[in-house]
C-alpha cells in the first residue's frame, strides 16, 4: 500500500512538471503574441502581457509551494516506511527466534522418545500457533510428557517390586536348597550376578528418575523465559500495529484526496487544452481578418489617392485657355475616366460594406469568445474552489498527523499551565488582600495621627490658658504693689507736711545753701547724662535682643522646658527688678530730701515766681493727666497685648511702642528736670522778691512734690510691666521664631516631595505623548493599509478590465484576482486587529486624557483660590494703611492679628498634619505602586492569554496614577498654601513693623484723633469680621476637600475589593475550565484506551497473517 501510495506521489510529480511545462509554453506563446499586436492598443496590450507574466510568475511559485508540499508529504511517509521496515525486521528476528525455540523443543523431544521407545507419540506433532503462544498442542506435549514420566516412575517401581519379590522367592529357594543339600555350592554365583544386576538396575531407574526430573524443571524454567518474551513481542506488535492502523486512517483519505485531485487535474487540464485550442482558432481569424482589412485599405488609399491626381489634372486642364473644341475633346477623354472613378467609387463602398461585415462578424466573435472565457473563468474558479479545499484537507490531515503523538503532551502542558495561572490568580488575590489590609492600617494610621494632633492642640491651648491666667496674677500682684506703694506715699506726704511745717525756721538758711542748689543743679545736669548713657543702654540692650532672637531660632523643638525656665527667670527678674525699684526709690528719696533742703533755703528769695510756680503747677498738672493718660493706655496696651500674644509682628510692634512710651517717660523727666533748672534759676534772680508769697510757695512746692512723687511712682510702675511686657514678647519671639524654622524646613521637605511629584508628573506626560505617538503611527498604518486596500481594489479592477478585453491569458489574470483578493482579506484581518488596537489605545488615551482634565480642573481651582488670595490682598494693605491713622486702629489690628495668629496656629498645625498624612500616603502609595508593577510583570510573563485580567490590572494601575496624581495635586495646592502664609507672614513683617513703629510715634501727637475715628475703627472692625469669615469659609472647604478625598479613597477601596470579587470569579470559572481540561483528558484517555484495542485488533491480523 505504501509503495502504492509512492507511485502516486510520483505521477504528482510528474503532472506538476508537465504544468511548469505547458505554463512555460504559454509565456512563450504570449511573448510571442505581444510583437505582431497592432499601434493602437500596443502599450496597453503589452501591459497586459506583463501583468500576465507575473501571474504566471505567481503560479509557478505557487506550483514550487505544492512541490515543496508533495516533497514533505514524501518526508512524511518516509518515516512510516522506515517504522514498517523496521517492524519487518523485528518480525523476521522474532521469527528467527522461535524457530531456535521450536528446533530446541524438538530435540529434547526427540532425546525423551529415545530414552523412552515406549512413550506414545501420536497426537504430539506441533501445530502452527507454537511460535506465537504454548497454551494449545505443544502444552498438552509437555502435560503428556509429564504424565508419561510419573507412568514410568510408577512402572520402574513396580518392575523393582516385582524383583524384589523374584529375589525373596530365590533367596527362599537358595536356603531350602542349603537345608537340603542337594545344590552344589559353585550355584550360589549367578544369585549375586542377579541382586548385582537389579542394584544397577535400581540405580540407573532412580539416576534416570532424577534426570528427568532436573530435565521437567529446566523446561518450566525455558517455557517461562518464552512467555514472558512473547509477552514483551506481543506489546510491540501491538504498538506497531497502532501506528499502522493510524498510518493507515490518514492515508487512506489522503490517498483518496489526492486521486480525486489529479481526476480533477486531468478534467482541467483537458478543459484548458481544449481552450487553448479555440483560442488559438480565434487568434488565427483574427489575424486574416486584420490582413484583409489592411490590404483592403491600401487599395481603397491607392484609388483615393489616384482620382486626387486627376481631379487636379482636370482643374489644370480647365484652367488653361483652349479651344472649345479641344475642351470637348478632353471631356470626351475624361468621360471614361469619370465612369472609372465612378467604377472605382462604388468599389470602394462595397469594400466599406465588406470591412463593416467584417467588423460585424469580429464584433460577434469576441462576444462569443467573452462569454467563453466567462464560462472558462467560472470553471477554472470552481476547480480552484475544490483545489484549495483538497489543499486544505490534506494540510488539516498533516496537521492531524503531526497532532496526534503531541496532542496528550499538549494537554498535560495546558493543565500545567492551567494550574500555574491558578496559582498564580491565588498569588494575586493574596496581594490584593494584603494592599487592601495596608490601605485599612494606613486609614486606621491616619485617624489616629488626627486624634493625637487635636489632643496636642488642645492640651497647647490648656497650656497657653494657664500661661495668660498665671500672667494675670502676676499683674494682679504688681497692682497690689503699686497700691501698697500708693499708701507709702500718703504717708511720705504726711511726713512731708510736718517737714513743711519745719520749713519756716529753715528759711534764712536758703541764702547759706545757694552754693549748695547750685552744685545740685550740675548733678541734676549729671543725673541727665547717667539717664542719657541709661536710655542708650537700653538700646544696646535692644540691639542685643534682636540678636537673642537670631540665636533662639533653633529653640522650638525643647520650647516646654524653656517656658518653665523662662518662668522661673521672669519671677527671679522681677524680684531683682523689685529690688532694684526700691533702691531707685530711696535714691530718689534722698534727692528730694536734699532738694527740700534747697528750697526751704531759697524759700524767702522765690516770693516773687508765684505766678510761674502756678503755671509750672498747671504744667504739672498736665503732666499728670498725661501720665493718667499714658497710664490708662498703657492698662489698654497690656489687655491688647494679653489678646494678641500668637502674632510675631505684633509683638514687634508692640516692642517698638513699649521703647518708644520709654523714650517718651525720659522725655518727660527731662523735661521736669529742666523745669527744675528754669525754677531754681527764677528763685536765685528774684529771691528778694518772693519771699512775701512763701506760703502760696510752700503749698505748690508741696503738690509739686506730690504730684512729682505721683510721677515717679507711675514711672517706676511703667518702666517695671514694660520692662515684664518686654521679657513675655522675647519668650514669644523665640517660641515663634523657632516655629517658622520648623516651618521652614518642614516647606523645604514638601518642596522637595513636590519636585518629585513633579517629575512623576512629567515621567506620566511623557507616557501620554509616547501612547499618543503610538496612536498617530497606528493610525498612519491604517490609512497606509486603506491607501493600500483601495489600490488593491483598483488594481483588481483594472485586471478585470484586462481580463476582459484581453482574451488570450484570462486564466491567469483571474487567478491573480484570487490572490489579490486573499491578499485584501489578508489585509482586511490585519486592519481588523489594527483597529482594535487603535481602539484599546484610544481608550487608554481617553483615560489618561480624563485624569489630565481632572488635573487641570484642580489646578484651575487653585488658581481660582490664589486669585481670590490676590484680590483679597490690596483690602488687606488698605487695613494696615488705616491702622496706622489712629490708635484705636491699633488695637482693632492687634484683635485681628490675635484671631489670625490663632488661625496660622490652626493652620500649621492643620498643615502639619497633612503633610504627615501626605508622606505617608506617598510612602504606602510608592509601596502600592511598586508592588503593582511587579504583579504586573509577573502576570504579564504568565498570563499572556488572560487579556481581561490584563485589563483590569491595566484600570487598577491607572486609578493608581489618579490616586498619585490626586496626591500630588493635593501636595502643591499645601506648598501654595503654606507659601502664601509665608509671604503673608513676610508682608506683615515688612509692612506692620513700620507701621507700628509710626503708630507708637504718633500717640502723642494723635491722642485727639481717637475720638473722631473710633466710627471708622467699627467699620474696619466690620470688615475684619468678614475677612475672618471668609477664612474660616475656605477653611471648612479645605475640610470638606480632604472628607472628599476620604471618600475616593473609600470608593477605591470599594474598587479594590470589588476587583477581588472578579478575580474569585475568575478563579471558580479557571477552575470550571480545569473540570472541563480534565473531562477532555478523561475523553483522550478514552480515546487512547479505543486505539489500543485497534492495536489488539490489528496484532490479531498481523498473528493471521503471519500464520
Known amino acids: 500500500h505504501i509503495q502504492h501510495l509512492e507511485t502516486q506521489l510520483q505521477d504528482a510529480a510528474r503532472h506538476v512538471a508537465d504544468v511548469t511545462k505547458l505554463n512555460h509554453q504559454l509565456k512563450l506563446q504570449v511573448a510571442q503574441q505581444v510583437a505582431p499586436s497592432n499601434g493602437n492598443n500596443a502599450t496597453g496590450y503589452v501591459d497586459a502581457m506583463s501583468g500576465l507574466q507575473r501571474q504566471v510568475q505567481d503560479l509557478e511559485v505557487a506550483l514550487d509551494a505544492a512541490t515543496a508540499h508533495s516533497r514533505a508529504l514524501e518526508s512524511e511517509l518516509a518515516v512510516p516506511s522506515a517504522n514498517l521496515a523496521y517492524l519487518s525486521r523485528q518480525n523476521a528476528l522474532l521469527?528467527?527466534?522461535?524457530v531456535i525455540y521450536k528446533k530446541e523443543l524438538?530435540?529434547?523431544?526427540?532425546?525423551?522418545?529415545?530414552?523412552?521407545k515406549h512413550v506414545n507419540a501420536e497426537g504430539l506433532e506441533h501445530s502452527t500457533e507454537c511460535h506465537h503462544r504454548f497454551d494449545g498442542v505443544c502444552n498438552d506435549l509437555i502435560e503428556s510428557l509429564r504424565a508419561e514420566i510419573l507412568h514410568g516412575r510408577d512402572l520402574h517401581r513396580s518392575d523393582l517390586i516385582d524383583l524384589l519379590d523374584q529375589l525373596s522367592d530365590l533367596t527362599r529357594e537358595n536356603h531350602a536348597l542349603r537345608e537340603s543339600g542337594s545344590v552344589e555350592p559353585g550355584q550360589s554365583s549367578p544369585t549375586k550376578a542377579i541382586d548385582d544386576t537389579l542394584e544397577r538396575v535400581a540405580r540407573n531407574l532412580h539416576a534416570e528418575n532424577g534426570q528427568l526430573a532436573e530435565q521437567l524443571?529446566?523446561?518450566?524454567?525455558?517455557?517461562?523465559?518464552?512467555?514472558?518474551?512473547?509477552?514483551?513481542?506481543r506489546q510491540e506488535r501491538e504498538a506497531q500495529e497502532v501506528e499502522v492502523d493510524l498510518l493507515l486512517q490518514k492515508l487512506n483519505p489522503m490517498v483518496a484526496a489526492h486521486e480525486a485531485v489529479m481526476e480533477e487535474r486531468k478534467a482541467m487540464e483537458a478543459d484548458l487544452a481544449r481552450r487553448e485550442q479555440t483560442i488559438q482558432a480565434l487568434q488565427t481569424n483574427v489575424y486574416e481578418m486584420k490582413r484583409e482589412i489592411k490590404i483592403i485599405s491600401a487599395d481603397v488609399d491607392a484609388i483615393v489617392e489616384e482620382k486626387e491626381i486627376m481631379q487636379e489634372e482636370l482643374d489644370e486642364l480647365r484652367k488653361r485657355p483652349v479651344v472649345h473644341e479641344s475642351l470637348e475633346a478632353a471631356e470626351a477623354e475624361t468621360r471614361p475616366l469619370r465612369r472609372s472613378v465612378s467604377m472605382k467609387d462604388q468599389t470602394i463602398q462595397e469594400t466599406k460594406?465588406?470591412?463593416?461585415?467584417?467588423?460585424?462578424?469580429?464584433?460577434?466573435?469576441?462576444?462569443?469568445?467573452a462569454k467563453a472565457v466567462v464560462e472558462r473563468d467560472h470553471a477554472i474558479e470552481t476547480l480552484q474552489k475544490k483545489l484549495f479545499e483538497y489543499k486544505r484537507e490534506v494540510n488539516v490531515l498533516t496537521d492531524d498527523l503531526d497532532s496526534i503523538y503531541e496532542e496528550k503532551h499538549e494537554v498535560e502542558q495546558k493543565l500545567d499551565q492551567v494550574e500555574t495561572q491558578l496559582v498564580n490568580a491565588q498569588e494575586e488575590l493574596a496581594e490584593l488582600d494584603r494592599v487592601v489590609a495596608e490601605l485599612r492600617i494606613d486609614v486606621d494610621r491616619w485617624r489616629e495621627a488626627y486624634e493625637l494632633a487635636r489632643m496636642q492642640h488642645e492640651e497647647e491651648r490648656q497650656h497657653v490658658m494657664r500661661w495668660d491666667a498665671v500672667v494675670r496674677a502676676q499683674l494682679e500682684s504688681m497692682q497690689g504693689t503699686s497700691q501698697e506703694w500708693a499708701a507709702t506715699q500718703s504717708e511720705t506726704r504726711a511726713k512731708y507736711d510736718s517737714d513743711v511745717a519745719n520749713l519756716k525756721g529753715q528759711v534764712l538758711s536758703l541764702q547759706d545753701s545757694l552754693a549748695l542748689l547750685t552744685t545740685s543743679e550740675e548733678m541734676l545736669m549729671k543725673q541727665l547724662q547717667d539717664m542719657a548713657a541709661t536710655k542708650a543702654t537700653i538700646e544696646s540692650d535692644k540691639s542685643s535682643l534682636e540678636s537673642q532672637f537670631a540665636v533662639l531660632e533653633g529653640q522650638h523643638r525643647a520650647k516646654e522646658a524653656a517656658w518653665g525656665v523662662e518662668l522661673r527667670d521672669m519671677l527671679t527678674a522681677w524680684t531683682a527688678t523689685k529690688d532694684t525699684m526700691a533702691a531707685d526709690k530711696q535714691r530718689f528719696e534722698a534727692n528730694e530730701l536734699h532738694l527740700e533742703g534747697q528750697i526751704q533755703a531759697n524759700e524767702l528769695k522765690i516770693q516773687d515766681l508765684l505766678a510761674q510756680l502756678s503755671a509750672l503747677t498747671a504744667k504739672w498738672q498736665a503732666v499728670v493727666s498725661t501720665n493718667v493718660s499714658l497710664a490708662s493706655e498703657k492698662q489698654r496696651l497690656t489687655t491688647t497685648l494679653e489678646q494678641g500674644e500668637g502674632l510675631v509682628q505684633a509683638k514687634d510692634a508692640q516692642v517698638q511702642a513699649l521703647q518708644t512710651q520709654l523714650d517718651h517717660v525720659t522725655a518727660q523727666l527731662n523735661d521736669v528736670a529742666m523745669s527744675k533748672d528754669v525754677l531754681t534759676s527764677e528763685a536765685q534772680l528774684r529771691q528778694q522778691e518772693d519771699m512775701s508769697k512763701l506760703e502760696s510757695l510752700e503749698r505748690a512746692i508741696a503738690q509739686s512734690k506730690a504730684d512729682l512723687d505721683a510721677a515717679a511712682t507711675d514711672k517706676h510702675d511703667a518702666?517695671?510691666?514694660?520692662?515684664?511686657?518686654?521679657?513675655?514678647?522675647?519668650?514669644?519671639?523665640?517660641?515663634?521664631?523657632?516655629?517658622?524654622?520648623s516651618v521652614t524646613n518642614q516647606l523645604d521637605v514638601v518642596s522637595a516631595a513636590l519636585k518629585a511629584k513633579t517629575g512623576a508628573a512629567s515621567d506620566l506626560q511623557r507616557q501620554v505623548d509616547t501612547l499618543g505617538s503610538d496612536l498617530e503611527d497606528a493610525l498612519h498604518q491604517v490609512d497606509v493599509l486603506r491607501r493600500e486596500n483601495a489600490a488593491f481594489s483598483d488594481e483588481s479592477v483594472a485586471s478585470s478590465a484586462q481580463i476582459v478585453s484581453l482574451t488570450a491569458a484570462h486564466v491567469q489574470s483571474q487567478e491573480q484576482v484570487a490572490e489579490l483578493t486573499s491578499s485584501v482579506s489578508d489585509k482586511v484581518n490585519e486592519l481588523a486587529k489594527l483597529q482594535a488596537l487603535v481602539d484599546r489605545f484610544k481608550e487608554k488615551v481617553a483615560a489618561l486624557t480624563s485624569s489630565e482634565a481632572k488635573l487641570m480642573l484642580e489646578l484651575t481651582q487653585l488658581h481660582d483660590d490664589k486669585q481670590t488670595l490676590e484680590m483679597t490682598l490690596p483690602e488687606q494693605m488698605e487695613k494696615l494703611a488705616s491702622l496706622s491713622r489712629s490708635h484705636g486702629e491699633l488695637e482693632v489690628a492687634k484683635k485681628v492679628a490675635d484671631d489670625a495668629n490663632e488661625q496660622l496656629k490652626a493652620k500649621l498645625a492643620a498643615v502639619e498634619l497633612e503633610k504627615a498624612t501626605v508622606s505617608a500616603e506617598r510612602e504606602v502609595l510608592a509601596s502600592q505602586l511598586a508592588a503593582q508593577v511587579a504583579t504586573y510583570k509577573d502576570l504579564e510573563a504568565s498570563l499572556v492569554q488572560k487579556e481581561n485580567q490584563i485589563s483590569t490590572l491595566q484600570v487598577l494601575l491607572d486609578r493608581f496614577k489618579d490616586k498619585v496624581a490626586a496626591l500630588t495635586k493635593s501636595e502643591t495646592s499645601l506648598a501654595q498654601q503654606l507659601t502664601a502664609v509665608r509671604d503673608e507672614k513676610d508682608e506683615l513683617e515688612m509692612h506692620l513693623l513700620p507701621a507700628t513703629q509710626e503708630k507708637v510715634a504718633s500717640l502723642s501727637r494723635s491722642h485727639s484723633e481717637l475720638e473722631s475715628s473710633s466710627s471708622r475703627i467699627h467699620a474696619e472692625n466690620q470688615r475684619l469680621q468678614e475677612t475672618l469669615d471668609t477664612l474660616t469659609r475656605d477653611h471648612d472647604d479645605h475640610i470638606r476637600a480632604c472628607n472628599a478625598r476620604d471618600a475616593s479613597m473609600t470608593a477605591e477601596r470599594r474598587g479594590l475589593v470589588d476587583q477581588i470579587t472578579e478575580l474569585e470569579s475568575e478563579m471558580n470559572d479557571n477552575h470550571t475550565k480545569r473540570m472541563e481540561l480534565q473531562a477532555s483528558v478523561s475523553y483522550k484517555e478514552d480515546q487512547v484506551a479505543k486505539l489500543q484495542l485497534l492495536v489488539q485488533r490489528f496484532k490479531e491480523k498481523v498473528s493471521a497473517l503471519t500464520k
Open 106 to 116: 524438538d530435540d529434547q523431544v526427540a532425546g525423551q522418545q529415545l530414552r523412552h
Open 353 to 369: 460594406a465588406r470591412v463593416a461585415e467584417l467588423e460585424r462578424r469580429l464584433n460577434n466573435d469576441k462576444s462569443e469568445y
Open 95 to 98: 521469527q528467527q527466534r522461535v
Open 217 to 233: 524443571r529446566s523446561y518450566e524454567a525455558t517455557i517461562a523465559a518464552t512467555d514472558g518474551q512473547m509477552a514483551q513481542l
Open 719 to 741: 518702666v517695671a510691666r514694660l520692662q515684664q511686657l518686654l521679657d513675655r514678647f522675647k519668650d514669644k519671639v523665640a517660641q515663634l521664631t523657632a516655629s517658622e524654622a
